[in-house]
């Protein structure tokens, strides 16, 4: 019963590529996110959705698009891969009021 | 503004000993300050937080220290055992807002057997 969810764990792809990371979560939160965390285990916020509505966006590139079909799936999508995408993706799901985050085991992606 | 500062980055202490992390933050909004433990291939996991109306909590082996007027906080993990080897950030957020956690740099704990 895993709470938060994410497929693929492993992503190898070609610079150029364009590719979907999925995350769903059992837990009934309203809120989720997405992370990148880099080389250097460096954790920095990407996005945000609170009920399907898109809640933060940080400085990230056009070509990472979040989608949220329901409150307990937030997907990425990420076009014309480059180099610098590299790096491990986590999704995160929180409830209201302050309450802690519950992250899945990453997917981590890899371009050659 | 917006950062965490976090220290060491690397820690080795011997079975038994005490391990002590040390964070510190800018933005007098935070008002969240949760730890998570991270090993290799695995998510961050939550293992301990508190909240500024507090100057301590422990869990188990596991404390927080807070002081809200230096604006720093620390985790303490007594007793430590080789199975606590693993990667440990602090965070802060603000529960009012977005609610987004500003992560440190992480430092990775490692304890002797």
């Known amino acids: 019963d895993t709470a938060v969810s994410q497929t693929p764990k492993y992503l190898v792809t070609q610079m150029g590529n364009d590719k979907s990371i999925k995350c769903e979560q059992n837990l009934g939160h309203d809120t989720m996110y997405w992370y990148k965390q880099d080389s250097k285990k460096f954790l920095k916020i990407m996005f945000s959705y609170n009920n399907k509505e898109l809640i933060i966006n940080e400085t990230v590139p056009n070509r990472f698009s979040p989608k949220s079909p329901d409150k307990a799936h937030l997907n990425l999508h990420i076009n014309s891969l480059e180099l610098g995408d590299s790096a491990v993706y986590f999704c995160a799901s929180s409830g209201t009021g302050g309450q802690p985050q519950h992250f899945g085991d990453g997917t981590r992606l890899s371009i050659l | 503004q917006q950062q965490v500062k976090q220290s060491p980055q690397s820690l080795i202490v011997q079975k038994g000993g005490i391990s002590i992390i040390n964070c510190a933050y800018e933005n007098t909004a935070f008002d969240y300050f949760p730890w998570y433990q991270q090993f290799p291939g695995k998510g961050p996991a939550l293992l301990i937080a508190?909240?500024?109306?507090?100057s301590e909590k422990k869990e188990g082996r596991f404390t927080i220290s807070f002081n809200k007027s230096a604006k720093q906080f620390s985790l303490h993990i007594m007793d430590s055992q080789p199975g606590d080897s693993a990667t440990y950030f602090c965070a802060a957020s603000s529960t009012s807002g977005t609610y987004k956690y500003i992560f440190g740099t992480g430092t990775r704990l490692k304890v002797l057997a």
């Open positions: 508190i909240r500024p109306d507090v």
